[in-house]
């Protein structure tokens, strides 16, 4: 058979192709009508949700931080500010290798390896996406510089300037003012997260901590257009912040320096409060340290040595120093026995030196060992002495003390709004009975009627005990604040005023507590030597039960360590208290010796010039009457 | 009797200006139109950079000198060529898995040094249709049963060295620029229904052997955009906003905010399509379409005038090649299809690519012009 010849047929091949090509044709109009049909559906059905996408895309929210408020003395000296500081934040969304980026970062800023740690773990607590978290503060000009010209190489690194809170006194008002600090991941939790969303410190103690509500104020918000890098290209529009209210004081920046003087360079308290109000004229607290260093984060070597120091530099001695308040509460013990009518203003108790109860051997001892012989009430307060206080709290019994006593505030809160406070501690049977299951015994009653034993208080309890007697049974909580723009203290919870049976009470123990100072056998004559007022007052020593940490310390350090607290309670003018202060100098000794003249200090810091004040008014006045 | 139609109004028209410089009027119309539409688009795409669409406009000065230069060659010159340039791509498409430079994990580049740097699939893009066509040509169509076998070899040899780059979006246009010559030519229905059938398997061969991690997050993230909006799932959602938000007709030129404010990645490249819907709208693309859609058709009108089979393989298969770039592209960008990195023809910045279509369309002026004989009846 012959092979078919194969010819090329191209009119056979053209119909092929044609036919094919008409197919193709048909396939190509029918996707392009399929991607006209997806343009529709992504342009007119879903238009809206794109466009709302879109517009997401475009405007992001931004807060705008309120800048906190300002916090005064009484005079108006600023004592807490906010000043410009240059940080550097990280946006980690937009930096494209962090770690690079921190070594790079490292050695433009002559980082240490610690800075460098600080600074990652700071951005490790962003909150939200594209959040500028600062990571280091307080740059200097010439990091800024270097920061500047290596932009480019730093995606998501930049410099911005802030507010930071500062405070110029320094470790002077540490302690009353508290501080601020970085937002931590606990306060994270109870703070509202709209209200802070641009802020990045919180007040973490003292009238920081306390009314930070009022000193935040209310967060800003800013719309603005970004790219998707998070850079910000214009603002839109713009909720402006409103700042945090500024905090004016009771305190006197030239009280409270008095007081640290008086205190020297020994560890102690000072409170002083006017008791006509209860606002607190000076807040001492020895030794402070600096506030500032916790603002934006404190170092480890830093901290360490606050923590681990022997003097306790961060313990707030004013408000959570517990103290056994000592012969400071005798008064109170005195009108408590008055009150319940045990003792009279004349009745007399013998002084051996010491005091026994019935059938039981052990004496009580007073401090003068050879006994002051009869002595009275007015007598007993003036010299101190113990025997005539054991005998008395005999008679009244712990129970009735502890309800009499704590109406003076001793054993619980008394301040306002000072957050760290101690409640102290007011002892009675039936505490003891639930804290220890043990009876009540009455040689506890003994010893708690010179302040020792189980009661406790702060020095800003003993400050406002002695207020109560000034003010006689007028009670005003204790409070820093005076006045923040037009809010005031809260002071609904105020305790009820102290009723006596009889009010003359009042006068006798005032008269009693001038006669420490200013009688010939008061313990603190000295204290009031040359003065030109009347002062009433009354010292206390606390005995040191425990020390901390031990045997690294050289002998006669711990030795010193041991003695007992010096303790001082006062108010002054007597006529017309103005100002009443409780002082405690830690392993003083002396009540009156060490702690007294302290305390006269501040009384004539204080009641000097506005008894001079009044007589100048009052000089004027009759130089108008007489015309 | 048929007569060959010699009649002197045939040869004036065959005289021409257009046809004695061998240029296709109409495909220059659309491709300057399309040029025009791009320098406005890729303006507003690159952030207004004008470097950037000059550079542009001198890759379309290059590309259409280029084309015009390829259209001088008769169709049975580059038929000649055609075995030398399949052997020489294959051969530098074997070199680049070799000795070839790596950039973005792919190695895609083959450098000849202090020269220049190239990919040799973009040559393969032109030589591949060739080839089909070249072989298929000489036999009487349909193909047979062996032809379609041999065909086949022909195909895979390039697409495989190019998955193996890896480059999965040109390793597929090239295969389908050989199977639409191989369509074209009559492949019978039971190959195509039989293929079909077999395709399935072959996917999930593909998915488990072939493909590479990145390739397969493509194709999950064409699935599910959504399961990944920050990563890989980005370029669609914002691909889409943009689209979208358009609307009917758009935001206006150059009021686009998606590519403007970056949102839009590759926004000047493969996803230039979503800048033109943003601010154009519904409208901007439709028309784009039908520019596109006059272009296929002036490519399938040469198809058919062309005169042998090699011609109208060649033709239809770079005609409807090129419908698949507009189709995957649009496809991709606006969420139909998987995300491969294919360029909009004539729209998208960048030169290869361009040129590389410029000097197809120059094989097609080259058919339309370079007619020795009337065939038609």
């Known amino acids: 058979m012959a092979k078919p010849i194969h010819l090329k047929d191209h009119n056979h091949d053209a119909r092929i192709v044609q036919r094919r090509l008409i197919l193709a044709a048909v396939f190509i109009l029918g996707l392009v009508g399929a991607l006209v049909a997806r343009m529709y559906y992504l342009q007119v059905t879903q238009y809206e949700y794109h466009s709302t996408l879109s517009e997401n895309n475009r405007v992001h929210v931004q807060p705008i931080p309120p800048t906190r408020g300002r916090i005064y003395d009484r005079n108006g000296v600023v004592l807490a500010e906010n000043r410009p500081s240059f940080s550097l934040t990280i946006t980690r969304d937009r930096v494209e290798d962090l770690p690079a980026t921190f070594e790079l970062l490292k050695s433009l800023l002559e980082l240490s390896e610690e800075d460098a740690a600080q600074a990652e773990r700071r951005l490790s607590q962003a909150r939200r996406p594209f ?3 600062p990571v280091m503060f307080e740059l200097t000009q010439e990091q800024i510089a270097r920061i500047a010209i290596n932009q480019f190489r730093l995606p998501g690194v930049d410099v911005q300037a802030s507010f930071v809170r500062y405070y110029p006194f320094a470790d002077h008002f540490a302690h009353a003012l508290g501080y601020v600090g970085r937002i931590n991941e606990q306060e994270l939790k109870s703070i509202d997260p709209v209200a802070y969303a641009g802020t990045h410190y919180i007040g973490k103690t003292g009238i920081e901590r306390y009314y930070e509500q009022l000193l935040h104020g209310t967060v800003g918000y800013e719309e603005v257009e970004t790219n998707a890098r998070g850079r910000v290209l214009r603002v839109l529009n713009r909720t402006d912040p409103i700042p945090g209210r500024d905090l004016t004081l009771e305190l006197d920046v030239k009280l409270q320096q008095v007081a640290e003087e008086a205190l020297g360079d020994r560890r102690g308290a000072v409170v002083a409060i006017d008791p006509a109000t209860g606002g607190v004229l000076a807040f001492v607290s020895k030794p402070g340290f600096d506030p500032n260093l916790f603002v934006t984060g404190i170092s480890y070597a830093d901290y360490g040595a606050l923590r681990d120091s022997l ?26 026995g008055l009150d319940a009518g045990v003792v009279t203003r004349t009745s007399r108790v013998y002084d051996p030196g010491f005091y026994q109860l019935p059938n039981v051997s052990h004496k009580y001892r007073n401090w003068n060992r050879s006994g002051d012989g009869w002595v009275d009430m007015s007598y007993a307060i003036a010299r101190s002495n113990d025997t005539y206080f054991y005998d008395l709290a005999n008679k009244l019994g712990i129970d009735r003390m502890h309800d009499f006593m704590s109406q003076f505030g001793i054993g619980q809160r008394v301040s306002i709004d000072m957050y760290e406070e101690a409640a102290g501690l007011m002892p009675s ?44 049974g007028v009670w005003h909580r204790p409070r820093l604040l005076k006045n923040a723009e037009g809010v005031l203290p809260d002071e609904s919870e105020t305790p009820p005023n102290i009723q006596l049976r009889n009010p003359a009470d009042w ?20 204290a009031a030597a040359g003065a030109t007022y009347n002062m009433a007052g009354k010292s206390g020593t606390a005995q040191v039960v425990a020390i901390a940490q031990g045997e690294r310390y050289d002998s006669a350090a711990l030795r010193e360590r041991h003695r007992d607290h010096a303790l001082f309670v006062g108010f002054a003018p007597t006529e017309n208290p103005m100002i009443a202060v409780a002082a405690l100098v830690e ?33 004027a006045e009759s130089r108008e009457n007489g015309q | 009797m048929k007569s060959i139609p010699v009649s002197s109004h045939g040869l004036r028209r065959r005289e021409s200006i257009w046809m004695r410089i061998h240029v296709d009027p ?20 690159s952030g207004k950079s004008m470097p950037m669409v000059v550079r542009q406009m001198a890759y379309f000065a290059v590309g259409i000198s280029a084309m015009i230069v390829v259209a001088q060659f008769q169709p049975r010159f580059m038929q000649r060529w055609v075995p030398v340039a399949y052997i020489g791509g294959a051969l530098l498409l074997l070199a680049v898995l070799l000795v070839g430079t790596e950039a973005k994990g792919a190695q895609r580049w083959l450098t000849i040094p202090g020269v220049t740097r190239f990919q040799p699939s973009e040559i393969m893009k032109l030589v591949m249709p060739m080839s089909v066509a ?32 890896p480059d999965l979006g040109t390793s597929l246009l090239i295969a389908a620029s050989g199977i639409f010559a191989l369509l074209l030519a009559g492949l019978r229905w039971r190959y195509i229904i039989g293929a079909l059938l077999a395709l399935a398997p072959a996917a999930a061969g593909m998915w488990y052997f072939v493909m590479h991690g990145y390739q397969k997050q493509r194709v999950l993230t064409f699935l ?52 033109l819907a943003e601010e154009f709208g519904m409208v901007g693309v439709c028309l784009l379409l039908g520019v596109y859609l006059l272009v296929i058709a002036r490519g399938m009108v040469i198809t058919l005038q062309a005169q042998d089979a090699f011609c109208k393989l060649l033709a239809g298969s770079i005609t409807l090649t090129f419908f698949v770039y507009v189709f995957v592209n649009i496809g991709m960008v606006s969420g139909l299809l998987p995300v491969v990195g294919v360029p909009l023809p004539f729209i998208s910045y960048g030169g290869t690519s361009l040129v590389t279509l410029l000097l197809g369309f120059g094989i097609l002026m080259s058919i339309q012009t370079h007619k020795k004989w009337m065939a038609q009846n």
């Open chain 2, 224 to 275: 599910n955009p959504e399961s990944d909006p920050l990563g890989s799932g980005w370029n669609i959602i914002q691909s889409k906003a943009a689209i979208g938000s358009g609307g009917v007709f758009g935001k206006g030129w150059l009021q686009g905010t998606q590519s403007h404010l970056d949102f839009l990645p590759e926004g000047h490249t493969d996803f230039i399509i979503a800048v």
């Open chain 1, 429 to 472: 049977s039936s505490w003891k009975r639930t804290k220890y299951r043990q009876p009540w015994y009455p040689g506890e009653t003994l010893i708690a009627g010179i302040g020792q034993g189980y009661m406790l208080a702060t020095p800003l309890q003993l400050a406002q005990s002695t207020a109560l007697i000034a003010s006689r």
């Open chain 1, 587 to 619: 392993n003083g000794e002396g009540g009156g010796r060490v702690a007294g003249p302290v305390v006269r200090a501040v009384f004539d810091a204080w009641v000097v010039p506005r008894l001079e004040a009044e007589q100048q008014q009052g000089h």
């Open chain 1, 131 to 133: 959040e500028s978290v």
């Open chain 2, 26 to 45: 109409w495909l220059l119309l659309l491709i300057l139109a399309l040029a025009t539409v791009d320098a406005f688009v890729l303006y507003s795409a």
């Open chain 2, 134 to 165: 070249w072989y298929l040509g000489r036999r009487n169509l349909p193909p047979s049963f062996k032809q379609v076998v041999v065909t086949l070899t022909i195909i895979f040899v390039p697409t495989l060295l190019i998955l193996k780059q």
């Open chain 1, 507 to 526: 006068d006798f123990i005032t008269q009693a507590m001038q006669d420490v100072m200013q009688s010939p056998h008061g313990t603190a004559r000295a």
């Open chain 1, 311 to 336: 003097d306790q530099p961060l313990f707030n001695r004013v408000l959570r120093g517990q103290y056994p308040p000592g012969s400071t509460i005798k008064p109170i013990v005195a009108l408590a």
